[in-house]
């Protein structure tokens, strides 16, 4: 397995992903939309997405980093807003290397935390996050947010 950064011009490895990732949530299934809107965050360079693949360059998983600016501190920081990897390849690491990614990313670009949130009923993220070093915030109704300090 590999993980790489993508550009404007590889969006197509994540346009599946991302659309099983939206019908996780419990939204309706629309290719057209997850590569509408995938294709606009790469374009417009507002958002930074990892990939996973095997060695067929097969897609396994994705996360997507927003950045998070702080005005007082003058820095960015990100907001690690998708994690997906497929069904069949969940609990084999991959969800794992793709936030050791995200965090060394957010470090190496001067960052002082990656932070994310989970829906309070996802117990298997919730479990990943933490053993990652992840803290969990206040809680919310629908959502716990975590944080990382990097």
Known sequence: MQI???DKTQG????????KYRVFYKQLPDIEVAKKFIQERLDNNESVIFVALDDTSRPLGFTQLYPKYSS???I????LNDLYVEQDFRESGIGT????TAINFARQNGAKFVE???AVDNYTAQNLYEKTGFVRQEP???FYTYRILV
């Open 4 to 6: 790489i950064k993508i």
């Open 72 to 74: 007082m501190r003058v």
């Open 12 to 19: 197509a490895l994540v346009y599946d992903l991302f659309n």
């Open 140 to 142: 919310e109704i629908d």
């Open 116 to 118: 994310l949130s989970t």
């Open 76 to 79: 960015k920081n990100w907001i």
């Open 97 to 100: 290397a793709l936030l050791e």
